[in-house]
Structure formats: structure tokens, C-alpha cells
């Protein structure tokens, strides 16, 4: 059966590097030709409150800003987009793919960090309509491969260093082992087989959905 995007509520998250807006490109492309509609934000970011937490957050002058107070504008900024875009978007029967949500919080204040996973989910629980997307598909790749793809300066998540950045792969590892709706894919490969694993992972979630 043909997989129903409707609705759906789709993440594609993993460390910096990872490829996720190459593959968040091709799969909303993908899923247009299944004949849903997709919608796509940037978190944090995307309403006008997000993208001024998202500068604060990145901008590398805030260098002594600790792991709780990057989790409470983290969700603050999430809170907003929720209420602004995909709250709505998901009623009215669009597809939402997302470029990171809770995963990331989770892997990166509440695992490299140290702030604790179990934390960041109390929060959200707290503070968002909905904590978990249908699917949270983790592009998992080594550090150096990650490293070699940011063609940018680096923000200030991204300045924190090697062992830090270790220390995120090993979250998202760890979070594909506690959720069942967390899978990870081999995102060392070319964007086209990646793309295709997370063609088959979708289908295989989705299929025969709302018949």
C-alpha cells in the first residue's frame, strides 16, 4: 500500500555535518510526488521570535552560555514554532519535515552536555503541544567526514569541539536505542543511497496510513 503522508510529522536530525537539509530536500521533494503536501522549518528559527533566539544561540560572542539556558531557548524558541507553524500546518493535513527538533536538545544539552536527557523530555513535556514527531530518522556520521562537509564559519554549537561533538554521536546513538520511533542511517554514503534508506524507512512507518 501506498504510504500516507497526511498529517505526518516527519524529523530528520543528527550531528552538524550530517547532511540533514541535502536529505531534508530530496525526501519533501519525494513525498510532493506521493501527492502530499510538505511544509518545512528551520528549528530554531522560522518565526520571528525563533530567529532571534536562533541568533543569540549561534552568535559565538555568547561563549559563557550554559547547557540549561540552551535548552530553555531552545524550547522556547520550539514552543513558538509549534503555535505559529506546525500546530496548524498538521491540521490542516500538510506533511512537516523537519531539520532537527527534541532529538537534538536531547543529544546535545541533555547527552554532551551533561544537562540529562530525562531533563530535556520533562521539559517538553512541559512546555510543547506535541513532544515526539511520527519519525525521527538520525544521519549518523563519523566526525571527521562531518567536519570536512561545513564549507561555513563556524557557529558557536559548532565551535565546541571535538570531544563535545563525540560526545553528540554518542546521544543520538543512544536515543535510537531508547525510542522506537528513533532509527538511524548510515549518513557517510552518497546523498542518493541515503536518500534512499530514508525513502524505505518512511514507506515502511507510513504505509497504508489513515486507509
Avoid at 71 to 95: F, T
Wanted: hydrophobic share 40%; charged share 30%; proline share 4%.
Amino acid at each position: 500500500m501506498n504510504p500516507d503522508f497526511r498529517g505526518k510529522f516527519i524529523v530528520l536530525d543528527g550531528p552538524d555535518g550530517c547532511g540533514k537539509t541535502t536529505q531534508q530536500k530530496m525526501l519533501s521533494e519525494w513525498i510532493e510526488q506521493q501527492g502530499a503536501e510538505v511544509v518545512c522549518f528551520r528549528d530554531p528559527g522560522t518565526t520571528a521570535i525563533g530567529e532571534q533566539i536562533r541568533k543569540i544561540l549561534l552568535d559565538p560572542a555568547n561563549k559563557e552560555m550554559g547547557d540549561n539556558v540552551e535548552v530553555l531557548l531552545y524550547m522556547a524558541a520550539r514552543a513558538q514554532l509549534w503555535k505559529d507553524c506546525i500546530g496548524p500546518a498538521l491540521k490542516e493535513g500538510k506533511c512537516v519535515v523537519m531539520d532537527r527538533w527534541l532529538s537534538s536538545t536531547c543529544a546535545y544539552q541533555g547527552y554532551a552536555g551533561g544537562f540529562g536527557v530525562e531533563k530535556v523530555v520533562r521539559i517538553a513535556e512541559d512546555s510543547l503541544e506535541r513532544v515526539w514527531p511520527d519519525i525521527t530518522i538520525i544521519l549518523d556520521v563519523d566526525l571527521q567526514t562531518a567536519a570536512a562537509r561545513i564549507k561555513r564559519p563556524l557557529d558557536r554549537m559548532e565551535q565546541k569541539g571535538a570531544d563535545y561533538h563525540q560526545k553528540v554521536r554518542q546521544g543520538f546513538a543512544e536515543l535510537c536505542g531508547r525510542y522506537k520511533h528513533i532509527v538511524k542511517v548510515d549518513a557517510a554514503k552518497k546523498p542518493d543511497e541515503v536518500q534512499k534508506e530514508v525513502r524505505k524507512i518512511i514507506t515502511g512507518c507510513f504505509a497504508g496510513a489513515g486507509k
